[in-house]
């Protein structure tokens, strides 16, 4: 079993839909999770980390399950330019700062 | 401006050659990391630094190697004895007693 998993899509979503993508993980240890947007052939940015209360900013929403061992992100009113691959990260428990990524889960969003 | 700055953005490389990636941070950050991106695949890290002069390997650190004399520095070179070198290089910093990680815009890496 790959220790960070996602589903890799793609979503293919018209504008104004809500999407969620989760984030599976195996090491019940870890501490810290994260999403980034990476645009295509760019770099990663960060999103929005992940608390166990779960968060809020603007039209996304991540929430942490720790009991199943996943993260969600849920995307209300998609617009074209949330179009882009999301990638989940999760702390490698006892490592320090040491971050496993997923592979992406691509979303498309159409007119 | 801060930032992490990478160079080149594209590089190419004959087979049997050492090359240098740049990694650039004046964010003041402590630790340092670089990554490998595969089409359809994860990051995967190659090497981190928690401070400067000291730096660890991380899951595929074989055929790669880095320094960290300065605390803005990180550079990486891609030796002739990584088997499979043709791939998308990340570096990221982020401040010491934090997950978070930043990345730089990265540099593509093609071996002809």
């Known amino acids: 079993r790959k220790e960070v998993e996602q589903d890799p899509g793609p979503f293919n979503v018209p504008e104004g839909a809500t999407v969620a993508f989760n984030c599976t993980y195996s090491?019940?240890?870890?501490?810290?999770f994260f999403w980034y947007r990476q645009d295509c052939r760019k770099e990663p940015k960060l999103l929005m980390s992940v608390y166990s209360s779960g968060n809020e900013d603007g039209r996304f929403t991540a929430q942490l399950n720790r009991a199943s061992q996943y993260i969600s992100l849920l995307i209300r009113d998609s617009k074209l330019s949330d179009s882009a691959t999301y990638l989940c990260?999760?702390?490698?428990?006892?490592?320090?700062?040491?971050?496993?990524f997923g592979a992406g889960t691509r979303l498309a969003v159409h007119p | 401006d801060g930032g992490i700055t990478q160079s080149p953005k594209y590089l190419f490389r004959k087979e049997g050659q050492n090359v240098t990636l740049s990694c650039e941070q004046n964010l003041n950050h402590d630790a340092m990391y670089w990554y490998r991106q595969d089409p359809g695949q994860g990051l995967r890290l190659i090497y981190y630094?928690?401070?400067?002069?000291?730096?660890q390997k991380g899951d595929i650190a074989e055929g790669y190697s880095v320094s960290r004399e300065k605390k803005e520095s990180f550079p990486l070179t891609v030796t002739s004895a990584q088997k499979n070198p043709t791939a998308f290089y990340l570096c990221a910093s982020g401040r010491e007693n934090t997950d978070t990680q930043y990345f730089g815009p990265g540099t593509r890496l093609t071996v002809l």
């Open positions: 090491n019940s240890a870890s501490q810290s």
């Open positions: 630094s928690q401070i400067v002069n000291d730096f």
């Open positions: 990260a999760v702390t490698r428990g006892g490592g320090y700062n040491k971050l496993i």
